[in-house]
C-alpha cells in the first residue's frame, strides 16, 4: 500500500508532462494552420520579393573610338589637294545650275519676244495685203477713168503725175487705150516711162 503511495505522483506527473506535450504540438498546428506561414509558403514568396528588388545597375562599356590611322605627308598632302579638288568642283557645279538657270529665263524671255515677233509680223501683214487689195482697187478705177478719157487731156494729167504711178497704171491699161494718150505726152517723159516699162518687163537683161 505505502509503495503505490508513492508511485503515484510519479505517474501524475509523468501523465501530466505527457499532456503538455501534446498540447504544445497541438497548438504549434494550429499556428501553421491559421496564421504562421508554412516552409513551403516562404519558399514560394521568397522570388516575390526578390523580383521587386531593383536590378543593380550597371555602367556602360564605353565606346572604343576608332583608330586613326597612321597618315605621312605626302598622304596627307593627296588628301587636302582632293578637298581642294572636291570643294571646285562644287562651286563649279553650283555656277553651271545658275548659268542653266540664266540661261533658262533667257530663252524663255525669247520665246516670247519670238510669239510677240510672229504676231505682229502676222498683223503687219495683214496690213500690207489690206494696203496691197485697197492700192489695186484705186488703181484700176483710175484705170477706168483715164481709158473714158480723151488722150490729149490724159496725156496733161500724166505730164503732171510722178512716174511710178504713170507706169502703175499704163501697165494696167489695153495698149489701144494707152498708146494716144503717151504719144500726146512729153517726149522726154515717154522715153523715161518706156525705159522703165522695158526694165521692169525683161529685168534680166539690165545690166
Excluded: C, H
Excluded at 64 to 69: F, V
Excluded at 75 to 101: N, P, Y
Excluded at 154 to 163: H, N, P, S
Amino acid at each position: 500500500m505505502t509503495m503505490r503511495i508513492r508511485l503515484l505522483p510519479i505517474v501524475i506527473f509523468a501523465a501530466a508532462m505527457v499532456l503538455s506535450v501534446r498540447i504544445g504540438g497541438l497548438w504549434e498546428d494550429l499556428s501553421v494552420g491559421v496564421g504562421m506561414p508554412s516552409a513551403a509558403q516562404e519558399k514560394k514568396n521568397a522570388p516575390v520579393k526578390q523580383a521587386g528588388k531593383k536590378a543593380p545597375k550597371f555602367s556602360p562599356i564605353p565606346k572604343r573610338k576608332p583608330p586613326i590611322p597612321d597618315i605621312n605627308e605626302t598622304d596627307f598632302a593627296v588628301l587636302q589637294a582632293l578637298a581642294k579638288r572636291r570643294r571646285t568642283l562644287d562651286k563649279r557645279e553650283r555656277s553651271l545650275v545658275i548659268r542653266e538657270g540664266v540661261l533658262e529665263a533667257i530663252e524663255k524671255r525669247l520665246d516670247q519676244k519670238l510669239s510677240e515677233l510672229k504676231r505682229i509680223q502676222v498683223a503687219l501683214q495683214t496690213n500690207i495685203d489690206e494696203t496691197k487689195k485697197q492700192r489695186n482697187k484705186e488703181l484700176d478705177r483710175l484705170v477706168k477713168i483715164y481709158t473714158n478719157m480723151k488722150a490729149k487731156k490724159a496725156a496733161r494729167v500724166f505730164d503732171e503725175l510722178a512716174i511710178p504711178i504713170i507706169i502703175k497704171v499704163v501697165k494696167r491699161m489695153k495698149a489701144t487705150a494707152s498708146a494716144p494718150i503717151l504719144a500726146a505726152m512729153d517726149p522726154k517723159r515717154v522715153k523715161v516711162i518706156t525705159a522703165e516699162l522695158a526694165r521692169r518687163e525683161r529685168p534680166w537683161q539690165i545690166r
